[in-house]
């Protein structure tokens, strides 16, 4: 019998393009301040992006060794245990790549309230209201991520479970459907997530396009 175990791809949404500041702003120091800082996280989250791609290559090389697995049976034994002990290195490098991602996000986070910060000092109220409009959307979008990367890290965990489990010689056809249920339950809230932050990141650099707009910026198109 053949089971199917879910995956996300890692079709995660970058931070817009970066700006420069036209002549004539008339709240120039705060605004200054504000899209340094913007700025800064947006390169804070290059090593995000890069982990996003390697992440990605991890799961299809791990989807793969999965299928592999599956269709063998306990005549192929040692075949089960070498792919697994595959599978099992695949994931222990997934969590380590995820420990980056997230730091990455981790230093985007810390740099934004400084953001925050100097939003606070503008005192051009259409401004200040769509900086703080693009902050609504970046705070969602951190927590997203948040919730993303705590469920992906449990599925790594459950992976790892289920490869052992594989190994075993007296492993039953129920253990095996619970286990891949879990997996698979783990994966679809990961997936779940993964739109969320996706869709926060689409309406953050929608807002911050506004906000650059409005501040004088002149904003580069990738």
């Not at 245990?81 to 996000?105: F, G, P, Y």
């Not at 056809?173 to 698979?184: P, R």
């Not at 869709?199 to 910026?217: C, D, H, I, P, V």
């Amino acid at each position: 019998m053949k089971f199917n175990k879910k995956h996300i791809f890692a079709g995660i949404c970058a931070l817009g393009a970066s700006s420069v500041l036209l002549t004539g702003c008339a709240e120039q120091d705060p605004v200054e301040s504000l899209h340094d800082s913007l700025e800064k996280v947006v390169q804070l989250e290059k090593p995000f992006q890069k982990e996003q791609k390697t992440l990605e290559k991890l799961e299809k090389d791990e989807n793969k060794l999965y299928d592999s697995v599956i269709q063998l049976n306990m005549d192929d034994y040692k075949k089960i245990v070498s792919l697994s002990n595959q599978a099992l290195d695949n994931a222990s490098k997934r969590e380590e790549h995820l420990k980056t991602e997230k730091s990455s996000i981790d230093d985007s986070k810390k740099e934004f309230k400084t953001a925050k910060e100097s939003a606070e000092d503008i005192k051009d109220e259409k401004i200040k209201e769509k900086a703080e409009n693009a902050a609504s959307y970046m705070e969602k979008r951190y927590s997203s991520y948040s919730s993303m990367y705590k469920e992906y890290e449990k599925a790594i965990k459950l992976d790892k479970e289920l490869y052992k489990l594989m190994k075993k010689k007296d492993l039953t056809l129920d253990d095996l459907d619970q286990q891949i249920d879990k997996v698979n339950t783990s994966y679809d809230k990961v997936l779940k997530q993964s739109e969320e932050f996706n869709k926060q990141t689409e309406k953050y650099n929608q807002a911050r396009e506004e906000l650059y707009n409005s501040a004088g910026f002149d904003v580069k198109k990738s």
